[in-house]
């Protein structure tokens, strides 16, 4: 998104054009102070007919900068929002301040972030974006070309048994406060951007940041003993979850949680196709575990998504649940309707 504050143009054009000083023939009166200007007196006219005992008087008739309060009565600057400036020095105050490099600039574009809509220079928009927060930074270079900014590598998941428990964590405390239990084994790996792409689906490569991944194998063994014939079917249930490494904690725990949200769905109500939906539970239940943590901007994120099957999805979910107090009564009625 671009930004464009203002279009500016610079008018050299006189409010009123004056006549060069001439002497009264007659006697008349200053438009602004209304002193007598008697023959032979020094006046200032106006193209409009006016006239003016001083420079004072004319250029009390004159507009304004909107910043310093100069009457411009030369050439000034007029913004896209119809106001008037003097010089590029006063309507370089109105412009927004780079959220990087903390310069005002006319151009740079706003990108929504967990704090607010930041607005960015173009120096700093040029810069590598975070692959975690999204933002442009000093950013460090990761191992697989993914680049990470100075704040979310202060607190980045790089290993394994980091994440195991984090997760862990996520998933005890949406049994415990929102009723979202699975007991199955879940299998984790923490894995890279090549990796984790390889694994996805094609329409949700470079997505998300994490990828469940359910896997059912139906093996039929037969036995044959004299004249009779026996079938037994095993049926081998794999869930797997995979996270990205080194994104920051806070990301870590809304990614986890909507994983963990496909997992719970995976196993109630295994029978619901719809992508809209299932992205939309699994980022309702980021929600709800954004919002135990605090963590306000990031459920701004979500709420503000425009994407047609995160965003509409989520949003569509969350209108199903404000049917009922608990909220997972009605969902469980909206899952049962659309668990073929």
Not at 35 to 49: A, E, N, R, V, Y
Not at 133 to 139: D, E, H, R
Not at 254 to 264: Q, R, T, Y
Not at 286 to 298: D, F, S
Request: hydrophobic letters at 30%; charged letters at 25%; a positive charge.
């Amino acid at each position: 998104m671009r930004f464009s504050l203002a279009i500016l143009c610079m008018l050299a054009v006189l409010f009123s054009t004056l006549l060069p000083d001439s002497l009264a023939q007659s006697s008349g009166k200053c438009a602004v102070c209304g002193k007598t200007i008697g023959p032979g007196m020094k006046f200032l006219k106006s193209s409009d007919g006016r006239i003016f005992c001083s420079q004072s008087c004319y250029e009390k008739t004159l507009p304004k900068c909107c910043i310093c309060n100069k009457p411009l009565a030369g050439g000034y600057l007029k913004g896209a929002d119809g106001r008037l400036y003097c010089s590029e020095k006063c309507i370089s105050t109105t412009w927004p301040t780079c959220s990087a490099c903390g310069a005002k600039s006319q151009k740079g574009a706003i990108i929504s972030a967990e704090k607010g809509d930041l607005f960015f220079c173009e120096k700093c928009l040029s810069k590598p974006k975070c692959f975690c927060c999204g933002l442009p930074a000093n950013c460090s270079k990761l191992y697989d070309g993914r680049h990470i900014c100075p704040s979310c590598s202060k607190d980045a998941v790089g290993s394994l048994d980091e994440a195991v428990k984090l997760i862990g964590e996520v998933r005890a405390l949406m049994a415990d406060k929102l009723k979202l239990k699975t007991e199955h084994k879940i299998e984790y790996e923490l894995v890279d951007q090549k990796t984790l792409d390889e694994i996805s689906p094609q329409n949700q490569q470079g997505i998300e940041l994490g990828l469940f991944r359910y896997i059912e194998e139906t093996e039929t063994t037969t036995v044959t003993r004299g004249y009779k014939t026996s079938k037994t079917v095993n049926v081998t249930r794999n869930y797997n979850i995979y996270m990205l490494s080194h994104m920051s904690r806070r990301k870590f725990i809304e990614v986890a949680a909507h994983e963990l949200g496909h997992d719970w769905m995976q196993e109630y109500y295994p029978g619901i196709t719809d992508l809209k939906i299932k992205e939309g539970w699994a980022q309702y239940v980021a929600w709800r575990v954004n919002e135990i943590h605090g963590q306000k901007g990031l459920n701004r994120m979500i709420e503000e998504n425009k994407d047609p099957v995160y965003g509409d999805g989520f949003r569509m979910v969350r209108k199903a649940s404000e049917k009922s107090s608990p909220p997972m009564e009605a969902l469980h009625s909206y899952f049962r309707d659309k668990n073929n």
